[in-house]
């Protein structure tokens, strides 16, 4: 088995006397891609920020390659790429690439090999204002590559970049990583980012933020333990339902349920799970339809929350019933 | 159906405009010319010799380049303190540490050189022998006078410096040391070279400190050659160009372009305050402690004392009316000269640099020369009621406004470049006449910048002394003036009251500035 780089163990962060984070435990193997995902505000950066050694945690420890981080942030061997990119901007892009290498051998070398793998080298003498949002972030991934840390901490390195852009980089950044051989912890806030990225995703939310859940994406796509994990991992529609002996009733019927849960307990309900039927006195009030490439999408409404469902067909009608397919997942509540 | 009238083409307005601002910013030097080549005066001027010439020349530039570099080393540790240290009471001291700006550089060298004299009320207790005037003391009080100039550029610039550029530094390995010199202060040379641009010229311009501390510089040469016959003055006024020029030149090659290097720092970044190891705050403080002390407390306290204990010759009320009308019709005179070129470089979404050098190229050349040019012009203008008018203060105006039209511009130009022209096509679409619109839109929109303008214009010109001291009507005397006059005339009482007066009516202007300025944040 792998030795741990990063282990969070109770981690607490406050600002003054503001909680933002508290009771995080989480730990990265070597060369594994692991994922914070929470909405704004849940304190997700700040937990980088802490492994980078930029704040204290006020509780809870951090362990680094299996030590105790108590350096300063210059000693700490982790790498960071930054929203804003953080370039040296009166500096080259050779310069900005080789400015963690400062006396270290072989600096020429290595700065060279990253600029012709991440496309660099006709730029190499440009300064960043020149450069376009995905060149300006291709240097802050070689520039923080170049020492080759073990760690690498990604602070919404794609948030600037638009749609087509973001992807593309994504699984391009994914490849140099990998190819390094380094661990990566990539704070998102957009789902589809930390599903086709990581390894593993740890779901962060509220506030303070709370760590919900850390797995794999299937296993939280498929078995979310709580609601706010549902919700960040995909599409659902959550009902509350009374469930015995793997059956569950709710407002719209009974249920097979995979959870041996008993008691009140709350169905996910992802759209592949959904069958809609149009339906003058359907529950489920239809707000908006739009084409989308290949499928009809269909906003839906039901009881204060909303879910996007795909269709092969456009479903003519401002409401719907639905019945449910397989057995679904319950979440004690 | 009424079409719309066409307006002037842009390029033909901005022609004129360039034209008419060129031939207003000539003026000084036309007069400066004008003396040159047909000298007059009641009084002809002893003559000049070439070494005094040299020894003003260099003491300007000596001048000028010491109250630079001093000036940049104590405001660049302050901004630093105010922006980056966090320890009980910096954040009182650093905010008192701009305070000095309410004081023109003479009252502060009236001040100090009254109050460190054998005689004075601290040169007594300190058991000073020796005068304080000359060329060291006019370096003390005009690093005492720049320095909050510096802190307050430097410390603008250290505010928008974004952390994460310093963090990403420090987790490639950096130390400390290495950031400060490889990353933040490259980072911050454009605004260090604007701030030593500002003090160059400022230091090198000042009239009233040299005149105070009766020191040689070609501004106070030229003050006292102003109203004789010959050319000497207008040599002075000359050599003065060419002493202030590579200064300027100087300035802008350290500084670069300050306004585009600005805009690729644009994000601000996490800025947060540090607890400095106990020694590197006991000396940090040390050193501001001493500068409020020099520069705010004891000013403040001989002035008091003169104003309070010592029974004034004369009534203040006349200066101080004349003081108030002169400040707020060049306050507004500046809101029309400055304005002007404002609307149009706006106009041109930007653009028309020439346009914005000449606003500022106005604004330095020194209120001494200035003075001169215009004062020259004025005694070549026939009897009559041209002349009439420019004695009875037009001039004045014009000097002031001339001066201080920056002030303005500076202010007004980012509002109007940021009026939303689609805010106003909307208005006009809801069906709201070209009254209405600028009732309520473009008025609203403008009227905090226009405020600004004419209350930085207004603390400037009550401030002034030169072009106030030389194109003043005969028989009118402002606040300014009077302290001169009075420190000339050893009337501490009413240099103190004239002050405190002065003091007052900066105050008041400052506070409204500083709560319009809370409004538009």
């Known amino acids: ?94 310069d ?25 080298t006709d730029l190499a003498d440009r300064l960043p204002a020149h450069l ?33 852009l973001r992807g593309e980089l994504g699984s391009w950044c ?4 990998q190819s390094e051989g380094a661990a990566a912890l990539l704070v998102t806030h957009d789902r589809r980012e930390a599903m086709a990225l990581s390894d593993r995703i740890a779901i962060v939310d509220g506030s303070p933020g709370r760590l919900q859940q850390v797995d794999q994406t299937q296993a939280l796509y498929q078995k979310p333990n709580h609601q706010a994990v549902a919700r960040m991992t995909g599409e659902a529609l959550l009902v509350p339902a009374r469930a015995a002996d793997q059956r569950a009733r709710s407002a719209f019927g009974d249920h097979d349920v995979l959870a041996k849960i008993e008691g009140s307990v709350t169905l996910v309900i992802r759209p592949e ?19 989308d490439a290949q499928q009809w999408m269909h906003r839906l409404r039901y009881n204060g929350q909303t879910v996007t469902v795909a269709q092969n067909q456009r479903l003519n009608a401002d409401r719907l019933s639905l019945t449910t397919r397989s057995p679904l997942w319950a979440i004690a509540r | 159906m009424k079409t719309p009238s066409p307006a002037l083409p842009l390029s033909l307005a901005a022609k004129l405009g360039l034209l008419g601002t060129a031939a207003l910013v000539g003026l000084p030097i036309l007069g400066l010319g004008l003396a040159w080549a047909y000298p007059v005066g009641l009084i002809d001027a002893p003559p000049i010799h070439t070494d005094r010439l040299v ?14 570099v001093f000036a940049l080393v104590l405001g660049s540790l302050f901004a630093w303190i105010q922006v980056r240290w966090t320890f009980p009471g910096s954040a009182l001291l650093t905010r008192l540490s701009v305070l000095p700006l309410v004081l023109p550089s003479f009252l502060l060298a009236a001040t100090l050189r009254e109050g460190l004299a054998p005689l004075g009320s601290l040169g007594e207790l300190l058991g000073r022998q020796e005068r304080f005037d000359g060329f060291g003391a006019t370096v003390f009080v005009l690093v005492l006078s720049c320095t909050p100039y510096v802190q307050l550029v430097v410390s603008a610039a250290l505010k928008r410096l974004p952390r994460h550029t310093e963090e990403a530094a420090q987790s490639l390995g950096a130390s400390p040391s290495r950031i400060v010199r490889e990353i933040v202060l490259p980072a911050l040379r454009p605004a260090l070279g604007f701030a030593a641009l500002l003090v160059l010229v400022y230091a090198a311009a000042d009239f009233g400190a040299v005149a105070v501390m009766d020191t040689q510089v070609l501004t106070y040469e030229l003050y006292q050659f102003a109203g004789r016959g010959g050319v000497q003055a207008p040599l002075i006024g000359g050599l003065l160009i060419v002493a202030i020029s590579p200064l300027v030149i100087l300035g802008r090659r350290l500084g670069g372009d300050y306004g585009s290097s600005e805009l690729s720092y644009v994000r601000s970044g996490h800025t947060a305050g540090q607890r400095p190891a106990l020694w590197v705050q006991t000396i940090g403080t040390a050193l501001l402690g001493t500068y409020l002390v020099f520069a705010l407390v004891l000013p403040l306290m001989l002035i008091t004392r003169w104003g309070v204990l010592i029974p004034a010759q004369g009534p203040l009320i006349g200066p101080l009316i004349t003081t108030a ?32 050098t000449l606003t500022f190229v106005a604004s330095g050349v020194p209120g001494v020369m200035i003075g001169f040019g215009l004062l020259q012009l004025a005694l070549r203008v026939p009897q009559g009621s041209l002349r009439s008018f420019a004695e009875g203060g037009a001039i004045l105006l014009l000097g002031l406004a001339l001066r201080f039209a920056s002030h303005s511009y500076a202010a007004l130009k980012p509002a109007l470049l940021t009026q939303s022209e689609q805010s106003i096509e909307a208005a006009r679409l809801l069906g709201a006449s070209r009254w209405r619109v600028w009732r309520q839109v473009r008025g609203p929109h403008l009227a905090p910048a226009l405020a600004s303008g004419f209350l930085l214009s207004f603390v400037a010109v009550v401030k002034e002394l030169p072009i106030t001291l030389m194109l003043i009507p005969a028989g009118h005397t402002t606040l300014a003036t009077r302290i001169f006059d009075a420190h000339e005339d050893a009337h501490l009482g009413d240099l103190g009251v004239a002050a405190l007066s002065l003091l007052g009516m900066v105050l008041v202007a400052q506070a409204l500035l500083w709560r319009w300025s809370r409004h538009e944040r």
């Open chain 2, 325 to 356: 009308v002169v400040g707020v019709t060049a306050g507004l005179a500046t809101l029309v000269l400055g304005g002007f070129p404002a609307a149009l470089v706006a106009q041109s979404k930007g653009k028309r640099g020439a346009l914005e």
């Open chain 1, 96 to 120: 900005n690439i080789g400015f963690g290498l400062k006396g270290a051998a072989g600096a020429e070398v290595r700065v060279n090999e990253l600029l012709k793998r991440c496309e660099l």
């Open chain 1, 132 to 164: 376009s949002g995905g060149q300006q972030q291709r240097v802050g991934l070689a520039r923080a590559l170049a020492p080759r840390p073990k760690l690498l901490l990604l602070d919404e390195p794609f948030a600037n970049l638009d749609a087509d």
């Open chain 1, 1 to 94: 088995m792998s030795a741990n780089v990063l282990s969070l163990d109770a981690v607490q962060l406050a600002y003054g006397d503001t909680v933002v984070t508290e009771g995080i435990d989480l730990t990265i193997k070597a060369g594994e891609w692991v994922s914070i995902l929470g909405p704004s505000g849940c304190g997700k950066s700040s937990i980088l920020r802490a492994v980078a050694g930029f704040m204290e945690p006020s509780s809870g420890s951090i362990e680094l390659f299996g030590a105790p981080a108590t350096a300063p942030p210059e000693r700490r061997g982790v790498g960071m790429v930054f929203q804003d990119f953080a370039l040296f901007n009166h500096l080259s892009v050779r």
């Open chain 1, 174 to 177: 994914a490849q140099q990583i």
């Open chain 2, 55 to 68: 020894e003003a020349t260099s003491n300007t530039v000596m001048l000028a380049l010491l109250v630079t």
């Open chain 1, 273 to 291: 799970h959904m069958d809609l039927v149009p339906d003058a006195n359907g529950p489920l009030v239809v707000d908006h339809s739009y084409f």
